[in-house]
């Protein structure tokens, strides 16, 4: 049994659901990332890259940001409830996503029809369906949203795991029978496979909720819902029809969406509004960041979104810390020590080896059309990229979920600065650098929101005996071991890498040495972290078999 959202309130059981929680979002990431990178290896082969530039980085633009721009800032300001709330006025609250959905999906639609560069039809047939779809797409999956939160607020962490495996996995099939037998179709196969996906997603859980409602294991769980006619919205007689401090709540966060998503996906908009890169360019740029951010996308973000949910039901938002519970708040510093620590060595792994090998992963996955352009200069910053993506996406985490509203605002007036900033530094370095300046903004991006979180946690703890940021030292040894992995692989790749097969075996098993050497120091130098890896997420797996 899943504890209930009561029991999570209690720091203990929230860190085992956050890290269960984590085990499994890393699990449907990989999936994900793993169908993703198969199914882009095989569509190279059979549509032109410019396809693939319209359908990953214009339309895929389109659908994240209706579904950012609707959802995001219900999601953040909702999650933080507990079972004596009054979800009628919560659903009532969340089901306002749809119609604000809508809304952008038609604005957004018409911008991208109307404002920006559309391909010719002899290179990339079928545009506007492509956009009407995936507009379409989108405001689908919303419908699912209201589900969705309900699912995580009671820990229902197997239905998002199975119903978007389900939906991706129709999706990936879909997609590689018609591109292999009719691949003239074109944006029609991607267009019909992304409406799939949302399709699936919401028949899966309606059809979840549908047999889950006033069952015995949902009166276990005290869920508030006994029958289906709950879960729409509804007049509320003598009460506020939606939750005024969520609504208040909601709000703030939504300014500041608009700013996140800017930074968040600011290379694609300059891409899309400004035309600094053609469609082929933008397909070679979206591989490769497709690639560079596996990890990032099926690790780093898991744990984002899954210690956010412990961080606020641990700490009280907006308080002192000398005013909350001196253990829950030890415990909260604790494990944000350790993850800081888990998310800079792997980022610090991918960077140090992701320098010598790029190349060699561009060649296998996409052949000489990907390895021999500038495919493995942009693979290669993008792995630095990486490593502060890591830091600043743990530090922001804790962030937001401690923030009081009146620093969340101000916070926005800081992302406004830092977001013009952004968009300037993208259209000038890839002027300059092409693809690689939208990485080398990006970084910039990132090491000023890594500043900014840094010195919010550390006034945090300022009063307190914890010092969570001490995970970002690493010891001596540890150090040299990255170190002296750096100079043997560079090495290496450059005297080996093109000498023939059996050179290049021999580079292969000089990179797979020093990582163990890496593993073996972490191992003996940090056995804290090894212990809460071992405790939070690995005893998770055992404890679900």
């Known amino acids: 049994m899943e504890p209930g959202p009561g029991a999570a309130k209690q720091p203990q059981e929230a860190l085992r659901h956050a890290a269960r929680l984590t085990s499994y979002s890393a699990g449907l990431q990989v999936l994900f990332r793993v169908l993703t990178f198969l199914l882009n290896a095989y569509t190279l082969r059979y549509v032109s890259k410019e396809t693939i530039g319209v359908v990953n980085v214009r339309l895929t633009l389109l659908y994240s940001t209706v579904l950012f721009l609707s959802r995001e800032a ?14 009628a006025q919560i659903i009532n609250l969340l089901w306002l996503i749809v119609p604000l959905g809508m809304c ?15 391909p010719h039809p002899a290179l990339v047939p079928h545009y506007g369906i492509g956009v009407v779809a995936f507009g379409l797409s989108a405001v689908v999956e919303l419908l699912s949203e209201p589900l969705w939160v309900l699912a995580q607020v009671f820990m229902l962490v197997r239905l998002k795991v199975i119903a978007e495996s389900l939906a991706m996995v129709a999706k990936c099939a879909l997609t590689v029978v018609c ?76 300014k500041q969406s608009f700013l996140k998503q800017i930074l968040t996906e600011g290379e694609r908009y300059v891409m899309t509004f400004l035309n600094v890169l053609n469609f082929g360019e933008q397909g070679v740029y979206d591989i490769v960041n497709n690639l560079g951010s596996l990890v990032a996308r099926f690790l780093f973000l898991p744990i984002e979104e899954s210690f956010y949910v412990f961080f606020v039901k641990v700490l009280e938002r907006g308080k002192d810390i000398g005013h909350q519970k001196q253990e829950d708040v030890c415990m909260a510093a604790a494990v944000l020590e350790m993850l800081v620590k888990l998310v800079l060595l792997i980022g610090l792994t991918i960077t140090v080896f992701g320098y010598s090998y790029s190349q060699l992963a ?5 052949g000489s059309m990907l390895s021999s352009g500038p495919g493995p200069t942009l693979l290669r910053c993008y792995c630095v990229y990486v490593l502060l993506l890591a830091v600043n996406g743990m530090t922001e985490c804790f962030t937001f979920a401690a923030m009081s509203k009146e620093e969340v605002d101000r916070y926005n007036f800081m992302m406004v600065a830092l977001s013009l900033a952004f968009l300037g530094l993208s259209y ?42 001490v995970g970002l030292q690493l010891p001596g040894p540890l150090l040299l071991a990255y170190l002296g992995s750096a100079i043997v692989t560079s ?7 093109e000498k023939g097969l059996m050179a290049l075996t021999v580079h292969v098993l000089l990179g797979a040495v020093c990582l163990i050497i890496v593993l073996i120091t972490i191992f003996f130098t940090e ?12 005893s998770q797996h055992k404890k679900e078999t």
Not at 107 to 118: D, E, H, M, P, R
Not at 225 to 240: F, W
């Open 362 to 366: 561009l060649d296998i996955y996409g």
């Open 527 to 538: 056995p804290k972290l090894v212990q809460f890896v071992k405790n939070q997420f690995l």
């Open 428 to 469: 000038c370095l890839t002027w300059w650098q092409g693809g690689v300046g939208f990485i080398l903004a990006n970084c910039l991006n990132m090491g000023f929101r890594i500043a900014h979180s840094l010195q919010y946690i550390s006034h945090y703890f300022k009063l307190s005996e914890n010092r969570p940021l």
């Open 104 to 118: 952008w999906a038609l604005l957004l639609g018409w911008i991208w029809l109307q404002l920006v560069t559309i």
């Open 179 to 254: 591109v292999t037998i009719v691949p003239h179709w074109g944006l029609y196969i991607f267009s019909l496979a992304q409406l799939l996906y949302s399709s699936c997603l919401l028949a899966c859980y309606v059809l979840y909720f549908v047999k889950f409602v006033g069952s015995q294991e949902a009166q276990r769980k005290s869920f508030p819902i006994s029958t289906m006619s709950d879960l729409m919205p509804k007049y509320l007689y003598h009460q506020h029809v939606i939750n005024p401090r969520l609504a208040i709540l909601t709000w703030t966060f939504y």
């Open 74 to 87: 219900f999601r953040k300001a909702c999650l933080n409830v507990g079972a004596d709330q009054k979800w």
């Open 491 to 497: 090495f290496s790749q450059a005297t080996l890498s």
